[in-house]
Nanobody, 118 residues
């Protein structure tokens, strides 16, 4: 059974940091591109960051250098280090796995809440 389990969310003040983790199980993790999406209240889900099988990463324009994404294939885990958080970063963050960058079987985590207070 495929599982993506997010952890590390919570409540921080403006300017604070959080490190999200996503542990994957039940699929060949190293063969999958991994992404983080977020959904803010009343808005559509948007791409935050992604990392390819080979470790290349990209970020949404709104990130502006504040976040870093990495993967540890030995632990089947990806990380999203978020710094200089803003109230507008408040959202539910979802882990996503897909065999290809934009094709193939895909899986979603249940999401984890990040709240940034002003």
């Amino acid at each position: 059974q495929v599982q993506l389990v997010e952890s590390g969310g919570g409540y921080v003040h403006t300017g604070g940091s959080l490190n999200l983790s996503c542990a994957g199980r039940g699929f060949p993790f190293s063969d999958f591109a991994m992404k983080w999406y977020r959904q803010r209240l009343g808005m559509e889900r948007e791409l935050v960051a992604g990392i390819s099988k080979t470790g290349s990463s990209l970020f949404g324009d709104f990130v502006e250098g504040r976040f870093a994404m990495s993967r540890d294939n030995a632990k089947s885990t990806v990380f999203l280090q978020m710094n200089s958080l803003k109230p507008e970063d408040t959202a539910v963050y979802y882990c996503h796995a897909r065999r290809g960058w934009s094709y193939g079987a895909e899986y979603w985590g249940k999401g984890i809440l990040v709240t940034v207070s002003s």
